[in-house]
Antibody, heavy 121, light 113 residues
């Protein structure tokens, strides 16, 4: 059974940093693209970032470029999202998700339960 | 950057069929057969219901079906049941230089009357 478990969310002040983690199990982690998707309170889904199987390619939504960094450790079956210079508009539930595709993610098939990040003073 | 356009809400009575539309452009929905649909109950993670326009993952009821015509994709739920009441999102891979690589729809709240 595919399982994705996020951790690391919490309350942080504007301008602060936070690192999210995602522990994956039930599949061969190193064979899949991985993604972060977020959902602001009461709002829709927004794709945030993708990372290729070997970490060689990373893609970001414009609003987080230069502030967020996606990374992975295939030996630990773990995905990460380092978030710096956080803004109020980054407040959301962040989902770790598995992506399917060859040269790009074309479908996200499994999602974790999410971790809430609140940016507020 | 704009998301794919969905109606804000759709409703139907138990047993009826409803259809949710998802309108994009030739750079996303119209250009690729990579449209997916997700169901999200309140406080829960999204669940993949349809992928590659019309394919159902294992375990998803055959009451859910997908299609596409031009730049608009559709999700049809037949034999509507109380448990189908949820938010539904479409998504698509996109090659647009002005959009993220993966774009979601605005979301549709389905109400079972």
């Amino acid at each position: 059974e595919v399982q994705l478990v996020e951790s690391g969310g919490g309350l942080v002040q504007p301008g602060g940093s936070l690192r999210l983690s995602c522990a994956a199990s039930g599949f061969t982690f190193s064979s899949y693209w991985m993604s972060w998707v977020r959902q602001a309170p009461g709002k829709g889904l927004e794709w945030v970032a993708n990372i290729k199987q070997d970490g060689s390619e990373k893609y970001y939504v414009d609003s987080v470029k230069g502030r967020f960094t996606i990374s992975r450790d295939n030996a630990k079956n773990s995905l990460y999202l380092q978030m710096n210079s956080l803004r109020a508009e980054d407040t959301a539930v962040y989902y770790c998700a598995r992506g399917l595709g060859g040269i790009a993610v074309v479908v996200i098939d499994y999602w974790g339960q999410g971790t809430l990040v609140t940016v507020s003073s | 950057q704009s998301a794919l356009t969905q109606p804000a809400s759709v409703s139907g009575s138990p047993g009826q069929s409803i259809t949710i539309s998802c309108t994009g452009t030739s750079s996303d929905v119209g250009g690729y057969n990579y449209v997916s649909w997700y169901q999200q109950h309140p406080g829960k993670a999204p669940k993949l219901m349809i992928y590659e326009v019309s394919n159902r993952p294992s375990g998803v009821s055959n009451r859910f079906s997908g299609s596409k015509s031009g730049n608009t994709a559709s999700l049809t739920i037949s034999g509507l049941q109380a448990e189908d009441e949820a938010d539904y999102y479409c998504s698509s891979y996109t090659s647009s230089s002005t959009l993220p690589l993966y774009v979601f729809g605005t979301g549709t709240k389905v109400t079972v009357l």
